[in-house]
């Protein structure tokens, strides 16, 4: 993307209160780009921050000047999560999107420092070029992390290995990898699931967990930390290098059945239509309600499945 069309009229702004900021992300969903446009995961992502930050493993006493990368940053809000809770965040992507990463990056923390002006919470966020599996790049963002972020980074299978490697080589003895993705392909899904357990030790973030409005039962986040045996493999000096070791709060493993009637995704009553390839989708009972921007959102992403599904013979 040249730097140019960051101000056409195809730029969107998406307007995200998230940690009591009101943040804006320009977004130019027109590109031939995927990370120009804000991805439903990552909202999911911050607001699962902003509703597990009071205690435990997410507090900013617990995160204040931890090292976090975000893989895949498109325009950076899942890293914003983290800079707000006083993380020291590195948001990459790949080259063509770092112009408008960039832009929502240098807006964001000139807004939050501004209003926050004497106050630490806010740690710092920096922008780098990391194509997944690249050496120089890796190795140039000075690894490893305390944590490795990613928001809807899964969605291709010929991208799962390289983006494991890049994780792996990321990745110290007590790295947490946080990752948040929609599911669209199932044999996507379960290849990914495959890698990981080979790798990871994960745990799945139950829905209760999530923010009440934001969340969506296709859009999941993992929670990872290396299987032993990964970890003594990672030889790099900087194995040694003191991590504290991070406060497991009060996530566990668990389904959403104990996720009461409040959490639950739309307030309006859904009824279920079949799609072309036979999955069954939601589909809103709207009366007289109005759609949130959130449910908008979720709307128009079931709509865009539903037209790739449609044969046009
Ligand atoms: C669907 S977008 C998600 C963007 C953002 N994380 C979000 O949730 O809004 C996928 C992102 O992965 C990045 N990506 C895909 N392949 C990559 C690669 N090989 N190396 C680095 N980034 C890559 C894209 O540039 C894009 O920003």
Redesign the pocket.
Known sequence: MEPDRLNSPDTSAILFEVLGHQLQFSQDPNSK???T???D??MVFAKFLEKNCRRGRFSPSKLRGKRVVE?????G??GFGMALLGCDVTST??TE?LPLLIRNVERNTSSIVQMNSGSDSFGSIRVAE???GNEDHIRAVDPPFDYII????V?AEH?LE?LLQTILALSGPKTTILLGYEIRSTNVHERMMEMWKGNFEVKIVPRAKMDNKYQHPSIQLYIMNLKPLERTKITRECVDQPIEEVETGPIKNGSDEDCDASCGVDEVTEVEVENASGRMVPVPDLQDKKLSEWEARRYGAMAARLLRDIKIS
């Open positions: 780009h995927l990370g446009t804000v991805w995961a990552s893989l895949g940053a498109g325009c809000v899942a992507d790949q999107v990391l194509n997944w990613g928001t809807d980074v969605y991208l390289p």
